[in-house]
Each structure stands twice: as structure tokens, then as C-alpha cells.
């Protein structure tokens, strides 16, 4: 379930496995990015974010990479479960342009039971 | 805590006429931002209100607007519907205006347009 690098708009796991889901992003003046849910019918749901001045940051299963260098965004999900099964997005924001987020093209995660 | 409420839920509009969405904000939130969600074009920022002011918009048209009332609630406005504004309309709000401090959505109201 490892797609290291790549945007992918599919991504298809089984139960327990690790996913990846990347994300690239094109503004340099970004300070802060968030990694979204989104399950049918449902508004985004805030996962995670980080900071531009931070590489990495981990939460509850979930690790975010920031690659500034190359402007790239990665989501870890440790032991992927039937309920992460959605459209994952990442976004990226200014402080200075109040609460305006810039979305990237999202994954569709599958995870096969 | 109350969430983020958008009314209604589901629309169907005619071409040329037009609509207005409304969404309430989670209680003491003072932003409200808009986006629209299409298969091709993803997530798309449309405009910010803060303090009933509009702080940010986005690249749409003119035929979309929106508005902000003192006790923080939001609407837009889409004026002469075309086909392509079939979308998912998003309104996500927050407290002191930076998505990275407690942003949150709603579910969104689904506009079709025929």
C-alpha cells in the first residue's frame, strides 16, 4: 500500500497495512498544511497539519511528512482500518491570507477487508 | 457542540435562475469561507467573510456573491445558473480567521442545475 513520491487519485489496501498517500503543492509562501477526510456526503474532516517550519509531525496512527525542498506532502496511515476508507485531500494556507486553502487533487483510499 | 450547518442539504435549479445557500457557523466562529467541489476541478476557494466583511475571494465570476450577518451566519449567491455551476457547496467556519485554528466544514449543499 506504499506509493512513495507519487499522486495518485486510487489507492487500494488491505486491512492492517500501512498506506501513503502523497500530495504536491505549489506555493513556496505556504506556512501551515492540513490533510483532509472526506467520507460520501460529508464535508472535509481535519486529520492533520504542519507547519513550515516543521518536516514531520505524528498523531493518532497518522504521520505527516513536509518536504519543502521539493514542495511535497505526505500522509502515513499506520494499520490501516475499513473506516479510512475515503477521499483524501491536502491543503496548504498563507497567514496572511486569512482562512483561504488552496486544495490538492485528492486520493480515493480503499481498504479491503 | 453544534457543527457547521448548511440549508438545504440538496437543490435543483433551472439555467438562468438563481439561488442562495445558507450556512451557520459553529457558535463563536467569526469566519466563513466557501468552496465548491466538482469532479474536475476539486476543491475551489470562493470567498472568506470575517467580522461581515469579505476578506478574500477567490477566481469566480461576478454571478457569485455573498454576504455576511452580524451574528456571523453566511450566504452566497449564484445570479443567471449555468450548467457548470453543478456543484458540491462547501462552507467551512472558524474563529480568529486562519484555517489552521479549529476549521471546520459542513456537509455541504449539492446544487444541480438543469
Avoid at chain 1, 18 to 42: H, P, T
Avoid at chain 2, 68 to 75: D, H, I, K, Y
Amino acid at each position: 500500500g506504499e506509493n512513495v513520491g507519487l499522486h495518485l487519485p486510487t489507492l487500494s489496501v488491505q486491512e492492517g497495512d500501512n498506506s501513503i498517500i502523497n500530495c504536491a503543492y505549489s506555493n513556496s509562501a505556504s506556512d501551515y498544511f492540513i490533510w483532509y477526510k472526506q467520507e460520501s456526503g460529508k464535508g472535509p474532516q481535519f486529520i492533520i497539519d504542519i507547519r513550515s517550519n516543521m518536516d514531520k509531525r505524528q498523531g493518532q496512527r497518522v504521520t505527516v511528512l513536509l518536504n519543502k525542498t521539493v514542495k511535497h506532502l505526505s500522509l502515513q496511515i499506520a494499520a490501516t482500518q475499513p473506516g479510512d476508507s475515503a477521499v483524501y485531500f491536502c491543503a496548504d494556507g498563507e497567514e496572511t491570507s486569512g482562512s483561504r486553502l488552496t486544495f490538492g487533487e485528492g486520493t480515493q483510499l480503499t481498504v479491503n477487508p | 457542540k453544534a457543527g457547521v450547518t448548511q440549508t438545504p442539504r440538496y437543490l435543483i435549479k433551472t439555467r438562468g435562475q438563481q439561488v442562495t445557500l445558507s450556512c451557520s457557523p459553529i457558535s463563536g466562529h467569526r469566519s466563513v469561507s466557501w468552496y465548491q467541489q466538482t469532479p474536475g476541478q476539486g476543491l475551489q476557494f470562493l470567498f472568506e467573510y470575517f467580522s461581515e466583511t469579505q476578506r478574500n475571494k477567490g477566481n469566480f465570476p461576478g454571478r457569485f456573491s455573498g454576504r455576511q450577518f452580524s451574528n456571523s451566519r453566511s450566504e452566497m449567491n449564484v445570479s443567471t445558473l449555468e450548467l457548470g455551476d453543478s456543484a458540491l457547496y462547501l462552507c467551512a467556519s472558524s474563529y480568529p480567521g486562519q484555517a489552521n485554528y479549529g476549521y471546520t466544514f459542513g456537509s455541504g449543499t449539492r446544487l444541480t442545475v438543469v
